[in-house]
Each structure stands twice: as structure tokens, then as C-alpha cells.
């Protein structure tokens, strides 16, 4: 069976994840973290897509992209993959592959299903309860977008940019934002539309997209997500 086509346009944001091989670990010192994001930084530069958000897990990777042409993220996660495995196995003097299969990509359209996105993407850490706080997690955008570490791998999304009139008010909203946390049927959709590679979005957005592509997208019908959100459970 043939695969289904991505959804790949330009201007339109894509929430990534790639897997390490059957959940394996695929960083194993601060080092590669630092060759990761070294490597991703040269790459988007070069492919010229805009990176808003990501995190680096012990065994999968999270990315907000946000690409200026029709195919940029796929050439940017398969000359990546590569470039990381080579360091990887030379490093480690391992051989084989290190990724899962192709990586999932879903896009995101509207301001506010981005930010959310850009949230749990943040929020990973957490979750996992490997801190007590995002900002106290090293390999993260959470400490540029939330503190205003410098980072140069960040270019911020319109949307981040509209939560306040300078750097310090948007970093404040974006704070605070981030600790509201994702409601746990906020958090499932996300995950389910990732894992099947439909578009997150509302459903104005979606007919839109859809008689532009002149397919079908995914699941109608989804539903504006609520402005406030629960506690994050422990």
C-alpha cells in the first residue's frame, strides 16, 4: 500500500517527531545534544526553514517548523538523520540505524493550536518528570522563549511574537501560558493527530487546506480548543 502523501505547505507550521530505534536512547552524553542542535542549526539555515520550539528527550525529538518551501522539512529531518548517525556511530563506534522509521510530521494551522503545540512540546520534560520546572531542563527552547537564554537556533512564530508588545511581556504571557498546562483531551489530539499525520487546526482552517490540496486532511470535526486549561496532574 502506497504511503499517504504529507501535508506540506509552505508557511504552515509542522509539529515533528522522530523516535529512537524500538524507544532506544539515541543521545548518551551532553555532547550530542550539543552536535544535534549544532547540526540542526546549520541545516535550517541552510534549507532557510524557521525553527519556533523543540526538545530533545533521552529517545525521541520534538520540533516546531516552519518551512518557506513546498519539501524543506523532509530535507532538513533526512540530512539531519543522517549527518547524526554518522556521528553517532563513529563517536560510539557503533553501527546501524539509531532512528525509528520515518519521522511524523503534523501541520498546524491557527495561532492558537500552534501555541499549544509549541506548549506540550515544551512541557515534554515535565511530563516526564525528569524536573520540576521546564526551565530547569537544559535542551529545550523553553529557557529562550520563557527567560530569554540566548539561542540562536530560535526564530520566534507570529504567534509568540503577538502574546505581548515587547520581549519581557511576551516571555511573561508565554510563562505563564506554559504552566496553565494542556487540559487532557487537549493533550490526546495532539498526540492522535501526530501519530496519524492529519492536520491540527480548526475546521474552517481544514476545508481551506483541503480544497487547496484537494484531499482530505483528516477527521472532521475539531473544535476551537478551550482558552483556559486544568492543572497539570502529578
Known amino acids: 500500500m502506497p504511503r499517504r502523501p504529507r501535508i506540506d505547505l509552505p508557511g504552515i507550521a509542522q509539529h515533528v517527531v522522530q523516535r529512537g530505534n524500538d524507544r532506544q536512547p539515541c543521545f548518551f552524553d551532553g555532547i550530542d545534544y550539543v552536535r544535534y542542535l549544532q547540526d540542526l542549526r546549520e ?3 541552510r534549507e532557510q526553514c524557521a525553527v519556533h520550539a523543540y526538545v530533545l528527550m533521552t529517545n525521541h525529538v520534538h520540533l516546531l517548523m516552519t518551512p518557506s518551501a513546498s519539501g524543506q522539512i523532509g530535507r532538513v529531518m533526512q ?3 543522517r549527518r547524526y548517525v554518522r556521528y553517532i556511530n563513529e563517536h560510539y563506534r557503533r553501527t546501524g540505524t539509531l532512528w525509528e522509521g520515518r ?3 503534523c501541520p498546524v494551522a491557527d495561532d492558537r493550536y500552534l501555541l499549544q503545540c509549541q506548549r506540550y ?4 520534560p515535565l511530563r516526564a518528570r525528569m524536573v520540576a520546572d521546564p526551565a530547569d531542563y537544559r535542551w ?10 540566548p539561542d540562536p537556533l530560535i526564530h520566534p512564530h507570529p504567534a509568540w511574537r503577538a502574546l505581548g508588545s515587547d520581549l519581557d511581556s511576551r516571555r511573561q504571557a508565554w510563562r505563564a501560558l506554559v504552566m496553565e498546562t494542556i487540559a487532557p483531551a487537549e493533550t490526546e489530539a495532539i498526540r ?10 480548526p475546521d474552517r ?3 481551506a487546506i483541503e480544497a487547496q490540496l484537494g484531499r482530505a486532511t483528516g477527521p472532521a470535526k475539531l473544535g476551537r480548543p478551550r482558552k483556559r486549561v486544568s492543572p497539570i496532574n502529578p
Not at 140 to 149: D, K, L, V
Not at 192 to 199: I, Y
Open 43 to 45: 541545516i535550517v539555515r
Open 79 to 81: 540530512a539531519l538523520g
Open 103 to 105: 519521522y511524523k510530521s
Open 121 to 124: 512540546i515544551e512541557l515534554n
Open 140 to 149: 529545550s527552547s523553553h529557557r529562550h522563549n520563557a527567560i530569554g537564554e
Open 192 to 201: 492522535l493527530h501526530l501519530q496519524r499525520q492529519h492536520l491540527y487546526a
Open 205 to 207: 482552517f481544514r476545508r
